[in-house]
T-cell receptor, first 113, second 115 residues
């Protein structure tokens, strides 16, 4: 089944404790992206990647890191999480040049206390 | 930069009625794509409908259709014969052409279908 797999689905952590949210897709998509969803703000892009070893900042990159060492994986790293990073996070992937929109993961609800 | 505006934070409608969700956008591009995504309580993001800007014909998917007004930069979603399963958050989104594949979202409209 073609899908984007995100883990974990829920995560509660403490301020300053490094964490990684994993994202993997099995559709050979070049484009991958991370979004955060907050009430009243919709989904905002954090980082994106056009292909392996190519990443760039989105609209709200502060406090986040990403890497794209393999085509299928695009982990999101919070090196020192803070309470303002409490949010719902989505990973998405898409095939470049088709403009059919993205396939989304099932989301990660992160709470930083 | 592109912006997408959804001016209706919440809407509700009786089951079987028709409802229209509004969306406007701003861009200087001539080639772009517009989308409506549905997010039910399961929080999964589901693509509802897609419109290519260079096509004048409005997209339709079963009970879902759009009213695309390119000059007015308006892209509304009409849901006919609404069903309880249509209860969800709906997001309007914009994507540019090749090389500008960022998906820019509006703030969403929470739609409730009343039995």
């Amino acid at each position: 089944e073609a899908q984007v797999t995100q883990n974990p689905r829920y995560l509660i952590t403490v301020t300053g404790k490094k964490l990684t949210v994993t994202c993997s897709q099995n559709m050979n998509h070049e484009y991958m992206s991370w979004y955060r969803q907050d009430p009243g703000l919709g989904l905002r892009q954090i980082y994106y990647s056009m292909n392996v070893e190519v990443t760039d900042k989105g609209d709200v990159p502060e406090g986040y890191k990403v890497s794209r060492k393999e085509k299928r994986n695009f982990p999101l790293i919070l090196e020192s999480p803070s309470p303002n990073q409490t949010s719902l996070y989505f990973c998405a992937s898409g095939l470049r040049g088709t403009n059919y929109g993205y396939t989304f993961g099932s989301g990660t609800r992160l709470t930083v206390v | 930069a592109q912006t997408v505006t959804q001016s209706q934070p919440e809407m509700s409608v009786q089951e079987a009625e028709t409802v229209t969700l509004s969306c406007t956008y701003d861009t200087s591009e001539s080639n772009y794509y517009l989308f409506w995504y549905k997010q039910p309580p399961s929080r999964q993001m589901i693509l509802v409908i897609r419109q290519e800007a260079y096509k004048q014909q409005n997209a339709t998917e079963n009970r879902f259709s759009v009213n695309f007004q390119k000059a007015a930069k308006s892209f509304s979603l009409k849901i006919s014969d609404s069903q309880l399963g249509d209860t969800a958050m709906y997001f309007c989104a914009f994507m540019g052409g090749f090389g500008n594949e960022k998906l820019t979202f509006g703030t969403g409209t929470r739609l409730t279908i009343i039995p």
